[in-house]
């Protein structure tokens, strides 16, 4: 395996970002993110990120295209991505996990999202093993391999005082190829991964929901929720957007920005009525398009047991509870 | 805390074999030994799932605009910041104070479950900064109290060194502090949502439609948010910390809050939201000696 020491990835990541736009896990602000890689900023590698890297293919505001009124006809006018390519370094195998989940929802079935797909057609992924889960992970639980990530251009794993890195697709060939020079060659073994603390057993959680879109269980796992945001805007697996505008006098901004479920305006109707009008059935939805309605229409959970929810939900409303105790109801 | 948490069951045991309480709420273990979560008990055999620990942090006050229409009575465990907040409700008309049978501990000062995670397991976890702050360790109103008083000498006056520090940089500065801090925000509105002094049927922010915010995610909307909300709890928020607690980013939302009870403390004279019920709020009324430099 090709090696690089912990201590002089900078240089690596220096002469990447001759190539690329690198993007790094790194501390900011009393939180941490992926923030363009500059010299100075600081990188962690111990421990994920706490705002998943979506924004980076999804951001939080989006703009779409601009109108403008000349007389009595509109001009529409495209908004364009910056050029050039971007490199994502350190991604997790969860959050590799959610961008499988975000292809299938803007890549598949017909459609295709240009705005996404412009943003995942410009980045290149090194993802990062985990050598010591945090306590809130439970992504094994979720068929996820913390060691290996689905979709990744490069896999890098975390030896220790090393990093050890693997060219996985032609885009990963070319990486390695920038930077095999400051690399050197030693028999290094993929890592075993640490233990999890967090536990549950998600095995036929799906097929078990078929039938409990009525159970008396949503109304006692909603009961403390205060439909927040929170779980969904640092989930890396929720998508849900709004469209809205700018007006300024004859220009307007379209635009679109992340909505939740947990919100009572996401289903607000024009004329006052509201389907979903409690947090029961607000809660129900969350847990049931993550855990059935997703996999039914695309084979795999809309959750990659990344932990970010529980570590922001301020009043632990904790979903390997929620899985248990939809797999204990009658 | 292991005697009070056998006591609490009783308590809440009893009110419900009584009929007394339809449903009571506390605090259960969550899934961390860090972590509690609000629980709702209606059944007596479920009592004890009840626990007291040094991480019973959440203020439960506002779970009580989801009983407001209850046939019935809630029982409900209250510790100084809780206690303040069901007094927040019912001044606000929010809540019938015949309505709930409180039952009051003293609360210790709770631990911080943030630093908690990231210390790990064998470190000696400080205070929350909320609890470090918090002047009113002891229930203002109970029906019941459980375990004894501390009867704490509180500092008379809150501590706003912190904004007093800030008062004293430049425009620049200061907006740079802001802005850093707001351009993180996510606008998920847990602040908000976790606040007891938040009880609008309808808020502001949820009426997207009428232009007031924008839902777009940028460092102004997101200060107007700050702000408006700041402002719509000024002169009731309970200096409970909650809203601080549970930013998703860490913002320091308790800078904004204690900036306006120290105004309001300065211009009509010194003010604890939330001891009782009846005297009329400093921003709620018109009065003669009221400054008005401004008209
Ligand atoms: S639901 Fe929670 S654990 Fe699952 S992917 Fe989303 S944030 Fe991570
Ligand atoms: S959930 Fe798994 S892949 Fe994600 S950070 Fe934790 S251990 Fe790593
Ligand atoms: S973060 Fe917690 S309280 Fe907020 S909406 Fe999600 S589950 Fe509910
Ligand atoms: S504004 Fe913050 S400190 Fe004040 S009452 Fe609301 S949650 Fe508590
Ligand atoms: S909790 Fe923090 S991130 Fe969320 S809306 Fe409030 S200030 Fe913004």
Known sequence: MLVVLKAKLKDILNTLAEEYKVLVPAKIEDTSKFISYKDNVDIILDENVKLSPKDVFFPQTEKMYKMKTVKTSMELENITDEAGKKLLFGVRSCDMKSLDCFDQVFLTKGYIDEFYKNKRDSVVTIALSCSQPMQTCFCSAMGVDSQKAVGADVQAYDLGDKIGLEAISDEGSKVIELIKGQLTEEGAEVPQPGEFYLKVDADGVSEKLNGMFESPIWDDVSKKCLNCGACTYVCPTCHCFDISQEVRGENVTKYRCWDSCMFGEYTQMAGGHNPRPTKKERVRNRFMHKLNYFPDRYNMLLCTGCGRCINVCPVNLDITSVIKQIKEAE | ?295
């Open chain 2, 1 to 295: 805390m292991v005697d009070l948490t056998l006591e609490i069951r009783k308590t809440a045991k009893e009110l419900l074999e009584k009929g007394e309480a339809k449903v009571v709420l506390g605090w259960e273990k969550g899934n961390f030994p860090y972590s509690t979560t609000p629980v709702f008990i209606d059944k007596p055999e479920d009592t004890e799932r009840l626990i007291w620990d040094e991480y019973c942090i959440n203020n439960l006050a506002l779970y009580m605009l989801d009983y407001k229409h209850l046939d019935g009575k809630v029982g409900i465990f209250v510790k100084g910041c809780d206690s303040r907040g069901i007094n927040r409700l019912v001044q606000d008309k929010q809540l019938d104070r015949e309505k709930v049978i409180l039952i009051g501990l003293s609360c210790p000062g709770m631990k911080d479950e943030k630093k908690a995670k990231e210390l790990g397991p064998n470190a000696d976890i400080p205070m929350a900064q909320k609890c470090q702050d918090c002047r009113y360790p002891d229930p203002v109103v109970y029906d019941v109290f459980l375990g004894e008083k501390q009867n704490k000498k509180v500092p008379e006056k809150i501590d706003t060194s912190d904004v007093e520090e800030m008062e004293t940089k430049s425009p620049d500065e200061k907006y740079r502090f802001f802005t850093t801090n707001y351009e993180k925000c996510l606008r998920c509105y847990a602040c908000r949502n976790v606040c007891p002094a938040c009880n609008c049927k309808e808020c502001i922010f949820d009426q997207t439609a009428t232009g007031w915010l924008a839902k777009a995610n940028n460092v102004s909307n997101n200060m107007f948010f700050a702000l408006t909300r700041a402002m719509h709890v000024g002169g009731r928020c309970i200096e409970c910390g909650e809203c601080e607690r549970v930013c998703s980013v860490n913002i320091p939302i308790m800078l904004l809050n204690k900036k306006i009870i120290k105004d309001i403390n300065f211009l009509f004279g010194d003010y604890d939201a939330g001891l009782e019920t009846e005297e009329r709020l400093p921003l709620g009324g018109y009065d003669y000696t009221d400054p008005e430099e401004f008209m």
